[in-house]
């Protein structure tokens, strides 16, 4: 095939897709970033009505790219988290776990905050807007991969507009319903969780104080996450709220003031009078774990190398990580004059990555499954460690540096420097 010649091709323009370009786009690399949706109705205000917890190190990444200028106002930053178990009728057992944003730095200059909640519109808008500003890297939308032919020294995409593309490396960052995993020969452990995440903004009588809450239901686990007052000045929150797939379809169904009734018996009354009028979304779960994120001239990157349980609010933040690490072993490869889309290149960041994912994944499997039900003595021992964790500082801060994304070999870019 005699086609268009990149670095680097990326099947996908999601919120991974995006940033991977950008990353390896502003280090010279010429990259292709590819997507069967037109980019512009991802900013549209009904495409994704999720907010997303940027973690205290993916912000560094942003910064870092020059993207976070663009997206600092428009974010809340979230100085507590408060975790406790619940019953069915919505109500919190006197066992709870109490992260403060103050505990987590030893060493590191203090944190600001444990992440910020950014609605996913905004972070996908600064991102096009900056990509558009990079001259290494063409934006191919909407289009479609139809073929693809990897060689030792090559990979070949044929595109549905009659492009075709030649590239040293294909990233695919299709999400999870991607395909070339698959026609890779690449297999996966993958599961549907048979829940339901339903996602809306609540706006509440009372300010939030950037406190995130998580309330874990006997149907999953109901999120509060401190959104930005909105223009008129209405305090909001981000609600995902899980549930057995079966309910939460009857939910989505009732009108107004049946729903609200529902929610509200979830919500409590601690920040006043709520109002959910407006549009709901929702996520059917599963996870989706490749056995391996690389083959010949062939990596996978975030959710389309692990979807995981948003019950952490961690998905995004392994694949920011991912990205951070793979363009800096792409990096280190072209500095050298060694091929990028080389077996050896590729296999540093699937080492580089593994445990990280597989900790994540494991973890965020295991917590769904011991507090998503209402087994009586279950429920006594989860309650139990949640306050024996609550009572142990160091515990606290291992966790909460975890969930910051401060632990680990960690990559330039998520230390915030360029790599
Ligand atoms: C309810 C919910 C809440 C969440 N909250 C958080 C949170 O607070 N913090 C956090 O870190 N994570 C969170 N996550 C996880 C996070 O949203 C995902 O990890 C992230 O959005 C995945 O992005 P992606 O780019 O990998 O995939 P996707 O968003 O699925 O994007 C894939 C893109 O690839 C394109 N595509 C696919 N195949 C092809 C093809 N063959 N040719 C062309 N284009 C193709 C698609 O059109 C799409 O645009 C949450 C997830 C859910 C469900």
């Known amino acids: 095939m005699d086609g268009e010649r990149?670095?680097?091709?990326?099947?996908?323009?999601?919120?991974?897709g995006s940033v991977l370009a950008l990353a390896a786009g502003e280090t010279g690399l010429r990259t292709a970033l590819i997507d069967r949706l037109p980019l512009t109705s991802m900013t549209e205000a009904g495409f994704d009505g999720r907010t997303t917890a940027i973690s205290y190190t993916s912000q560094r990444l942003f910064e870092a790219l020059g993207v976070w200028a663009e997206i600092a106002d428009l974010a809340e930053p979230i100085l507590d988290i408060r975790i406790s178990d619940a019953a069915h009728d919505g109500r919190a057992s006197p066992f709870f776990l109490h992260f403060d944003h103050r505990e987590a730095n030893a060493g590191d200059p203090p944190a600001a905050a444990m992440?910020?909640?950014?609605?996913?519109?905004?972070?996908?808008?600064?991102?096009?807007?900056?990509?558009?500003?990079?001259?290494?890297?063409?934006?191919?939308?909407?289009?479609?991969?139809?073929?693809?032919t990897r060689t030792p020294d090559k990979?070949?995409?044929?595109?549905?507009?009659?492009?075709?593309?030649?590239?040293?490396?294909?990233?695919?960052?299709?999400?999870?319903?991607?395909?070339?995993?698959?026609?890779?020969?690449?297999?996966?452990?993958?599961?549907?969780?048979?829940?339901?995440?339903?996602?809306?903004?609540?706006?509440?009588?009372?300010?939030?104080?950037?406190?995130?809450?998580?309330?874990?239901?006997?149907?999953?686990?109901f999120a509060i996450l401190p959104m930005r007052d909105s223009e008129a000045g209405e305090h909001r929150s981000s609600i995902v709220w899980t549930e057995r797939a079966s309910i939460a379809k009857r939910l989505l169904e009732l009108d107004g003031p049946r729903f609200q009734a529902e929610f509200v018996r979830r919500f409590g009354d601690f920040l006043g009078e709520v109002d959910t009028t407006g549009p709901r979304w929702s996520y059917p779960l599963q996870l989706v774990h490749a056995e391996r994120y690389v083959e010949k001239r062939l990596v996978l990157v975030g959710d389309a190398a692990h979807g995981l349980h948003p019950i952490a609010g961690?998905?995004?933040?392994?694949?920011?990580?991912?990205?951070?690490?793979?363009?800096?072993?792409?990096?280190?490869?072209?500095?050298?004059?060694?091929?990028?889309?080389?077996?050896d290149t590729l296999e540093r960041y699937a080492q580089w990555r593994r445990a990280d994912n597989f900790t994540m994944v494991a973890a965020t499997d295991l917590l769904n499954r011991l507090f998503?039900?209402?087994?009586?003595?279950?429920?006594?021992?989860?309650?139990?460690?949640?306050?024996?964790?609550?009572?142990?500082?160091?515990?606290?801060?291992?966790?909460?540096?975890?969930a910051m994304g401060l632990v680990g070999d960690l990559p330039k870019l998520i230390r915030g420097e360029r790599p």
């Open 115 to 148: 992440g910020w909640i950014v609605e996913n519109r905004f972070l996908r808008g600064a991102l096009l807007r900056r990509l558009a500003a990079c001259p290494s890297v063409e934006r191919i939308a909407p289009d479609e991969v139809l073929e693809t």
């Open 372 to 402: 998503s039900n209402d087994i009586k003595p279950l429920r006594l021992a989860r309650d139990l460690g949640l306050a024996a964790v609550n009572r142990t500082p160091p515990l606290r801060r291992f966790f909460l540096r975890h």
């Open 155 to 221: 990979a070949e995409l044929r595109l549905q507009s009659g492009r075709q593309l030649v590239a040293r490396l294909v990233a695919s960052a299709e999400g999870r319903q991607g395909t070339m995993r698959q026609e890779a020969g690449i297999g996966a452990r993958a599961w549907s969780y048979n829940q339901i995440a339903i996602v809306l903004v609540a706006r509440h009588e009372r300010p939030h104080r950037g406190v995130a809450q998580e309330k874990f239901l006997p149907g999953g686990p």
């Open 6 to 16: 990149f670095d680097l091709a990326i099947v996908g323009a999601g919120l991974n």
């Open 314 to 343: 961690q998905g995004y933040n392994l694949g920011v990580r991912d990205i951070a690490a793979l363009v800096e072993v792409l990096v280190d490869a072209k500095r050298l004059g060694l091929d990028i889309g080389a077996a």
